[in-house]
């Protein structure tokens, strides 16, 4: 059985994009896994997911569905033609390399919406290391957000490229049934994962009020959920 390490579950939910990527491949490919709850720096590349499978650890959501793929065959992208897999592919990196930094900016460095994020990923800490352990968190990822580039970024600003990327988004579901075209594949994983923790977290971002605006991404995400609902698309191999 695939061992999947990620954070605990907050909020009832997976909230992070990368690690519920995984669950949902797993779940649309008909893979099995057990979810483990753990802590970045324990992974080898510190951050998360990573999976064991046969004694073997990989990191990175991206090299995870690669693996998995070689290991239990290519249940969901054989098909895909060359035009297909580079929408999905485009559509991976927007979220990946763009919004997913709107997301992180929203949930630690505003201050409208921190409060409530500390409380749910530092709240069952002794008070004293809460308020240390929870500031030198948000230090580490305001750092890197200024690394990525959003952090220098005015607030307004960041919130505009992320309704940019929301809009392109909502613009390429109105076209297709799913990421790539008329099949559930790899890149559905992707973009769910992203969708969900803007529209079903229970923070009142810019980010979620934008995707509410487009009804065709919340109808996205039923549809996805359907079909994992019903088991997923996969045939073993
Ligand atoms: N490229 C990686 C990105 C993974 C990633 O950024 N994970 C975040 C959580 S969503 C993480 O572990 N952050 C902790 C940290 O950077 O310390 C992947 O696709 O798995």
């Known amino acids: 059985m695939i061992e999947l390490y990620q954070f605990a579950p907050a909020w009832g939910m ?23 709850s753990t802590m970045p ?9 990573y999976i064991i499978d046969q004694s073997r650890s990989v990191p990175d959501s991206g090299k995870i569905i690669e693996y998995l793929k070689a290991m ?6 054989a098909q895909l033609s060359e035009e297909e897999r580079a929408m999905g592919h485009l559509l991976r990196r927007v979220c990946e390399e763009s919004l997913y930094f709107a ?8 201050d409208r919406y921190w409060p409530k994020v ?6 069952s800490l002794p008070m004293g290391a809460r308020s240390l352990v929870s500031a ?30 929301l809009t392109a988004i909502a613009c390429q579901l109105n ?15 992707t973009l769910y994962a992203f969708l969900f ?35 997923g698309v996969g045939h073993a191999a």
């Open 14 to 36: 997976n909230l992070s994009p990368f690690c519920l990527k995984v669950e949902i491949y797993c779940q649309l490919a008909g893979i099995p896994y057990e979810a483990r």
């Open 41 to 49: 720096f324990k992974g080898p590349r510190g951050k998360l997911p």
């Open 72 to 77: 239990y065959g290519d249940r969901l992208d």
């Open 103 to 110: 997301i992180v900016y929203s949930r630690w460095l505003d």
């Open 118 to 123: 500390r409380q749910v990923f530092f709240g």
């Open 136 to 165: 030198i968190a948000r230090h580490g990822i305001r750092k890197s957000l200024i690394g990525q580039g959003y952090g220098r970024y005015q607030q307004e600003e960041v919130y505009e490229a992320g309704t940019a990327d």
């Open 175 to 189: 076209q297709r049934r799913y990421a790539a075209g008329t099949r559930l594949t790899s890149f559905d994983a």
């Open 197 to 231: 923790n803007i529209l079903h977290v229970p923070l009142e971002t810019p980010l979620k009020k934008e995707a509410a605006k487009h009804p065709v991404i919340g109808g996205y995400l039923d549809r996805v959920h359907e079909v994992l609902d019903a088991g």
